[in-house]
Structure formats: C-alpha cells, structure tokens
C-alpha cells in the first residue's frame, strides 16, 4: 500500500475503535454478561458487539484484507491467511474491565509481510488514543464527544545511565518474569493492564517491558506497531522478531506468542 493508502486505512481503524469503545461503554453501563470461555479466561457481551462492529467496519474499509479477531477464533473461525490482515482485541483487559477499572483497550493491528504495519490502541475509559504506521512514526491524543484533540507525537526516551523504568502486567505477573526484571537495575515497577504497556514505553515513561507468559498476537500486534514506530523494538529471549500469523499449532493456540521483551531506547542491547 502506498503511504496515502496506509493513512486512510488507519483513519478508518481509528473510527471503528472509537465506536468500539462507544460500544463497550454501553455495555457496561447496561450491565454486563460474563462468561468463561474454554481456556477460562472471561468473555462478555461487549467483547463481542465490539468485534462484530470492527469486522463490519473493516470489511467495508478493506474488503480484501481479512480480519483475526480473539473471540471469532475462540468460536472457530479463522479465515485463509495470504498476505496483509487484521488483528483484533475488542477488548483487551477484560478483567480489569469485568472488575470495574478502566485499564481496558481496544487494540486493532495490520500484519504485512507477518509484521505490524499499522496499529490503533484506544482507552474507551479516558478517551486517549494511540496510534501509528511503522516508518511514519506514533502519535497520541485524546478523543471526547465525538472529537479527536491535536496529535502529540510520541518518541521513545534514551536508556538511562542509572536505574530503569519497568512496566510490568497488572494480573499476569509470573515467577519468571520476576526473575527476568532482578537482572536489571530497577527505579521504579509500573503495573499496567491491557495494551497500554507498550503504550508507556512508546509514550517514554517506562525503559522495559518484559513478558514471560502467555499472550496472544491480538494482545500485541497493535502496540508493537505503536512501539515500533516510536522508535522501541520487541523481540523474542533469542532477539528474533515475533511472527503474526498462522503458527503451527492447530485451533486458537495458532496465535500464541512466546515469551517477548519489549523495550524503549537501547535498553534492548541489555537483553541479550
């Protein structure tokens, strides 16, 4: 796609969060359906009339490009994957919105070439919104009644020469991940849920952001794309890149992640 192809595309990802996030909002003051899935993690009615409307959206934006979407996959659906496609999380941070709290996302990712190309988070809660193409650079503002305020750009900050900045999962923290952040000097740990992990790095408020646990490719997609662009990286424990795509094994495991770090800076040559 040309660059002005890829600007459009990514307005048109950017109005179908925004009316996502209406969506999920509605929902939620409506009163919520809650249900396990089978891996038990917990899905509601929200989750899904908001990956219904971002398909839909998608479908007339580019009705060439497929779309992964978390819960159209959980129920079986995986389309044929050729070249370019969607990646979706209606909502990433179910928990934390099931709770009650406000660190849940829409996140809505462009995979070329099995990399993100473009990506849009956005804060249904707060009305922030961050978004970016890969080469073009990242960008945040916030959006209220209806209305985009003006684009701040983001850039990722140097790594210092002192203590880090550490972002860490709010409910998914694991020994190992644990184990991998004393390996550093560490100021400071920020808990944050959903996507906007990638979002602190991108922003230059946080140096590292290490997750060794499960993740999905619609947990990641559109906030490496973010990350990316801002000038941070992501890689795998070996330094190869994450693959998006159809992986080998069958059913929603087909789009588990490894373990990955992601950083801002040059904190990544400290990595390896």
Known sequence: MSQIDDARLL??????????????????????????????????????????????RMAAAAPSIPMIGEEGVSEGRVPKLDGSFFLVDPLDGTREFVKGGNDFTVNIGLIRDGRPALGVIFVPASGKLFAAIVGEGAWRTEVADGASGPRRAMRVRPAPHGPITVVASRSHRTPETDAFIRRFDVGEIISRGSSLKFCALAEGKADLYPRMGTTMQWDTAAGEAILVAAGGAVAQLDGTPLFYGHGPAPGPDAFRNPWFVATGGTVLALVG
């Open 11 to 56: 307005g048109d990802m950017i109005a179908a969060a925004i009316a996502a996030g209406d969506v999920i909002v509605a929902a939620r003051r409506a009163g919520l359906s809650v249900e396990k899935k089978a891996d038990q993690s917990p899905v509601t009615d929200a989750d899904r009339a908001a990956e219904v409307l971002i398909a839909e």
